[in-house]
């Protein structure tokens, strides 16, 4: 599927209110010591706020950066129950719209779960750990990490990902969907006008490296 303009994306977005890229949402669980919460503690619509807004408070000017964690889920809602193959669904159905570098941010969003889980043992998508299911796909090897790290994307790609992780506070208000409309017309638009460059045999810009997420629990309101 490919999305044919941004009041279709929006329409999509919002249907993740109420749906959980588990089966059902975050209930509790009894384990000795102390409670854990299994499965996803927000929904899709929610956590797609959460974390567009932690990559815009951390990286303020790099608008295509936020409107892939904003869209980065949307597979879950495309092809429910698809969760291995859900990165690449978002990825394609984004690309013509929202171009080259969103579409491989939201593919590459799992393979940097990957990545992590190598470079920190025991990392996983908080807060779903211990109960949760290991990393799909388990964590990379030394030459697939080698490997990842060589791609143009990885670093902004780790970047998505651990704000994807930080982005599932329950409760945590991170603003109104309609509040990203602007940002991805903006962002559509720039793609459309960088086509066409492109065809013209002009390159796009390069873009800003990016840094570390900023953790949720200091996230606040968007803004």
Same mark, same amino acid.
């Given at each position: 599927?490919?999305?044919?303009?941004?009041?279709?994306?929006?329409?999509?977005?919002?249907?993740?209110?109420?749906?959980?890229?588990?089966? $059902?949402? =975050?209930?509790?669980?009894? &384990? !000795?010591?102390?409670?854990?919460? @299994?499965?996803?503690? +927000?929904? *899709? %619509?929610?956590?797609?706020?959460?974390?567009?807004?932690?990559?815009?408070?951390?990286?303020?000017?790099?608008?295509?950066?936020?409107?892939?964690?904003?869209?980065?889920?949307?597979?879950?809602?495309?092809?429910?129950?698809?969760?291995?193959?859900?990165? $690449?669904? =978002?990825?394609?159905?984004? &690309? !013509?719209?929202?171009?080259?570098? @969103?579409?491989?941010? +939201?593919? *590459? %969003?799992?393979?940097?779960?990957?990545?992590?889980?190598?470079?920190?043992?025991?990392?996983?998508?908080?807060?779903?750990?211990?109960?949760?299911?290991?990393?799909?796909?388990?964590?990379?090897?030394?030459?697939?990490?080698?490997?990842?790290?060589?791609?143009?994307? =990885?670093?902004?790609?780790?970047?998505?990902?651990?704000?994807?992780?930080?982005?599932?506070?329950?409760? *945590?208000?991170?603003?109104?969907?309609?509040?990203?409309?602007?940002?991805?017309?903006?962002?559509?638009?720039?793609?459309?006008?960088?086509?066409?460059?492109?065809?013209?045999?002009?390159?796009?810009?390069?873009?800003?490296?990016?840094?570390?997420?900023?953790?949720?629990?200091?996230?606040?309101?968007?803004?």
């Amino acid at each position: 599927m490919e999305l044919r303009g941004v009041e279709e994306l929006m329409d999509l977005l919002h249907a993740g209110r109420g749906v959980h890229d588990t089966p $059902g949402p =975050a209930r509790p669980r009894p &384990r !000795p010591g102390r409670p854990v919460t @299994v499965g996803d503690p +927000v929904d *899709l %619509h929610d956590h797609a706020l959460q974390t567009a807004a932690l990559l815009r408070r951390s990286h303020p000017s790099d608008k295509e950066l936020q409107v892939a964690g904003l869209v980065h889920d949307i597979g879950h809602l495309l092809r429910p129950g698809d969760d291995a193959g859900h990165a $690449g669904l =978002a990825a394609d159905a984004v &690309r !013509p719209l929202l171009g080259e570098r @969103v579409s491989g941010l +939201v593919r *590459l %969003h799992v393979a940097a779960e990957r990545y992590l889980a190598a470079a920190s043992p025991g990392h996983g998508p908080a807060p779903r750990d211990p109960l949760a299911p290991a990393v799909p796909g388990g964590a990379m090897t030394r030459h697939e990490a080698a490997a990842f790290e060589q791609d143009p994307l =990885a670093e902004d790609a780790v970047t998505l990902r651990q704000a994807d992780d930080a982005g599932r506070v329950p409760g *945590l208000y991170a603003g109104d969907m309609e509040d990203w409309r602007t940002l991805l017309e903006l962002v559509a638009e720039r793609s459309a006008w960088a086509g066409d460059r492109t065809s013209a045999r002009h390159p796009r810009r390069p873009v800003p490296p990016a840094g570390p997420a900023e953790p949720a629990a200091r996230l606040g309101a968007a803004d």
